[in-house]
Every structure is written in structure tokens, then in C-alpha cells.
């Protein structure tokens, strides 16, 4: 049996694409000792028990390396009006004692960083890895967690900006 095609408009579907509503979130890891921080979007929660996240992550990405280093990552939900603080984390991080990009933190229970700043914090242990594309589909198991105040969290459509390449 031949192998059916699907041809599809390129630039609709990237169209299509960049209407999905996305949270708006800093992932972490560690460097060895030094924390590294992203700003990562495609983020879901896939099992109830055990409680499993599910965050992909740019192949040729420092953050995967760590990632697959450190074994752990972090996940920090920003409050609803934090466009500045994300955007800190657009480009690479300045680390230095206790803080990443200017940002206080304090470290997980395997050392991923939690930021001071967010609303809440979660840890995870890698449970699985697939490579999917040009991004990395990292599942981890949630180990630690943090609520610092409550409220809606930042989503790409406060912000107005997208996520393409």
C-alpha cells in the first residue's frame, strides 16, 4: 500500500501555530555548581499519578546538556505581570552568588534554582527524554514544590510576543 502524503500550507500552519495559547514560564538547571535559567513555553503536566511534567527544550541548547547532567529541572511559574522579569531571561543569564540575571533565587531540593520572584516553583527528576524534532521532550517526575502567592500566571499573550523561528 503506498504511503499516503498530507501537503499542507506552510506559513497557515505557522499562522495557526502562533495562536495557541501558551503559559510563559523559567525553566532551570545546573552547570556544575552554577544555575542556568531559560524561558521555556511548551510546558503540560501529563500524568496525575505520579505527578509527571512534560517541558521541551531546544536540542543544541545549553539547558538540555544540563539537564541531561544534572539529571533535575526546575520550573518557575511568573505572576501575571511579570513581561520584565521574563524578559530578563531572553538572553543569556548573568549568574552570580545567589542570583541569575539580577534575580534572587535559592535552590531546590536537588539544586535547581528557584526563583524568589516567581509565584511558584516546582522540581523535577527526569523520568524520560525523547527527542522530538529539533526540541528535546523531557518528562520528569516532580520532587519539590513552592507556592509564593497566588494569582494568574503569565501566559505568551500578555506579553504579545511569539514563538518562532
Known amino acids: 500500500m503506498r504511503e499516503r502524503r498530507f ?3 506552510r506559513s497557515q500552519a ?3 501555530l502562533s495562536r495557541l495559547p501558551y503559559g510563559l514560564y ?3 538547571s545546573r552547570d556544575g555548581d552554577n ?3 531559560m524561558i521555556a513555553t511548551w510546558v503540560t503536566q501529563v500524568s496525575f499519578f505520579p505527578q ?3 517541558i521541551a527544550v531546544e536540542n543544541d541548547s545549553q539547558m538540555i546538556e544540563c539537564i541531561d547532567r544534572s539529571g533535575y529541572f526546575s520550573l518557575n511559574l511568573l505572576p501575571a505581570g511579570g513581561k520584565e522579569l521574563a524578559a530578563s531571561f531572553l538572553r543569556p543569564s548573568d549568574v552570580a552568588s545567589k542570583s541569575i540575571s ?3 533565587l535559592e535552590s531546590a531540593l536537588h539544586g535547581s534554582p528557584f526563583l524568589l ?3 511558584a516553583c516546582l522540581e523535577c527528576k527526569v523520568a524520560y527524554r525523547y527527542e522530538t524534532g529539533d526540541h528535546t521532550l523531557v518528562v520528569g517526575e516532580v520532587v ?3 507556592t509564593r502567592k497566588g494569582g494568574e500566571a503569565l501566559t505568551m499573550q500578555q506579553t504579545g510576543w511569539n514563538y518562532q523561528r
Open 35 to 37: 544555575p542556568v535559567a
Open 102 to 104: 539580577g534575580h534572587a
Open 26 to 28: 523559567v525553566a532551570g
Open 52 to 54: 509527571l511534567l512534560a
Open 144 to 146: 519539590d514544590a513552592k
Open 7 to 9: 501537503w499542507v500550507d
Open 14 to 16: 505557522r499562522e495557526v
Open 117 to 119: 520572584e516567581a509565584s
